[in-house]
């Protein structure tokens, strides 16, 4: 489950290779899956306690809230949990960017953006 949605979340962002995409909000809202693809920089970005990896925290806050909603998300969680990447409530980040970067999580898990 880790690779697919690591796979999905690559190419995704090569929609966004031109520069002025990457102002897009859609872009934006992917950029802290950004700490999942790449377990070094997660435990970068924690050793500060950067506002990307606390968003990041509240994602998987919310992903773990809603399980019931998304079902993927709980085997997907278990999968983070054993890299040592787990939900911690931070309240950083507004509730339409979780609900936002909560479906594209999932269209990754379902394999939205598989080539």
Not at 5 to 23: G, L, P, Q, R, V
Not at 60 to 71: A, F, G, S, T, V
Request: glycine share 2%; net charge positive; aromatic share 20%.
């Amino acid at each position: 489950m880790y690779r697919i949605f690591c796979e999905n979340y690559y190419n995704y962002i090569k929609n966004f290779k031109n520069k002025s995409a990457k102002d897009e909000y859609r872009y934006k809202i992917a950029k802290v899956f950004g700490l999942i693809v790449n377990p070094q920089k997660f435990y970068k970005e924690k050793s500060k306690n950067s506002e990307t990896y606390q968003n990041l925290c509240d994602l998987l806050y919310y992903m773990k809230e809603n399980i019931h909603r998304y079902p993927k998300f709980k085997a997907f969680l278990w999968t983070l949990e054993s890299r040592q990447i787990e939900p911690v409530y931070c309240g950083k980040t507004p509730q339409n960017v979780l609900e936002e970067q909560a479906k594209l999580a999932n269209m990754f898990l379902n394999l939205m953006y598989w080539e």
